[in-house]
């Protein structure tokens, strides 16, 4: 597999520099502590940018992937562009 698969659990920051759009991924990370118990820090996973119309893309592309998760199985069928 040629890409990269980014797993994240928010956006923390978000920004523009120069006309590019600058967005940070960030994922919760689980570490173990000696006492049994868990501690959750955060990190960045991945900063996106893009001129405003792939980010324009991005949107459309994320509404019509939670459109299709919201459908049942049988209506939900993967489309490609």
């Excluded at 949107?59 to 459908?71: F, G, S, T, Y």
């Amino acid at each position: 597999m040629g890409g990269k698969i980014v797993y994240f659990d928010g956006c923390t920051t978000f920004g523009k520099a120069g006309g590019t759009i600058q967005v940070e991924l960030q994922a919760n990370l689980l570490d173990p502590l000696p006492d049994g118990s868990v501690q959750v820090n955060s990190e960045v996973t991945a900063r996106l940018r893009c001129s405003s119309a792939a980010a324009m893309q991005l949107i459309e592309a994320l509404q019509r992937a939670v459109a299709m998760a919201n459908k049942t199985t049988s209506e939900a069928a993967p489309i490609r562009n």
